[in-house]
């Protein structure tokens, strides 16, 4: 996604719950409601919404400790 491309999700399998992410859709939500991703009804897929953010997002990735959230993103579809 900081490229630019989006990515297809299910957000209704959210479980409200930021201590435990059972797949990739759940991560990708709980962005989606921080404000950090969009979602198009329409097809179904999310994207950074902007410029600013998507720097943010990249930094975040660079210096953060998210081996739990990395984790559950490699092992998920």
């Not at 859709?25 to 953010?53: A, F, K, R, W």
Request: proline letters at 4%.
């Amino acid at each position: 996604m900081p490229a630019g491309a989006s990515c297809r999700i299910n957000p209704l399998k959210f479980q409200n719950n930021v201590t435990s992410f059972k797949s990739c859709d759940d991560i990708l939500t709980l962005l989606i409601h921080l404000g950090y991703l969009t979602y198009d009804n329409m097809s179904q897929t999310v994207h950074i919404p902007n410029e600013e953010v998507k720097t943010e997002f990249v930094n975040a990735i660079e210096e953060a400790d998210w081996n739990s959230v990395t984790d559950a993103v490699n092992t998920t579809d």
